[in-house]
């Protein structure tokens, strides 16, 4: 779905055009990773949905991603995860670290994943996220709304444990994209799995930290909106079974 307004008209493309040309995008220019997982809804399990992520490694400790609902042009812009390194992240305040997650079984599971690179280069950039922590946002909610974003940002989560995440979801993904997440959990076996620092993933302990909708926009699986959306319905990526296995 198209967000509303008309069309460009000619002078808005000639002025993209020569954007395009004579104006430096060093904070674009830095994008040097896609990587593909799933989020839910802190508080909200059931309410789940895929994430593309594309993200600039500022270093070894610190990655910041911009989130996609697609990987196509007209994607939406859903929101920012920030990546920390677990030396980082253990220097984190108490009240702090209810705002993260940790990506031992993103990685472990299969379900994160980085297309389109060897398999081999793949396994190396998980080796480095396995240990990593990761505080998001989404800003539009394109499970609930395709035309504009509304409503307040939420705070998102990622999945601890088998059977978390719908198996539908992943499938249609893996689907979509070429690719197999068992065979990639079985390719990761290797991958020590660190453990988990205190305070992340405060949700499995009762902690869970979101911010209340005050516009009345009722999300997914809250009081308000009486059901869940099924998950992955804000899926609008594509891919080549050739080219992202």
Known sequence: MQAPGADAKPTTQMLEAGAAVLQDRPPIEAINAYLDGFHFYNGHMKTQMEAHHYCAILNEEVIQCTIYDGNVRDAKLMGVEYIISAALFAALPEQERALWHSHVHEVKSGQLIAPGIPELAEHALMQKLVGTYGKTWHTWHTDLDKDLPRGMPQLMMGFTADG???????????????????????????????????????WQDGRTVQIEDSTGHAHPGSEDSGKAAAPGSNATSQGDADTLR
């Open 164 to 202: 978390q995440a719908d198996p539908a979801m992943v499938a249609a993904r893996d689907q979509r994209l070429g690719i197999d997440s068992q065979q990639r959990k079985a390719r990761r076996a290797d991958i020590p799995a660190p453990p988990i620092a205190a305070g992340a993933d405060a």
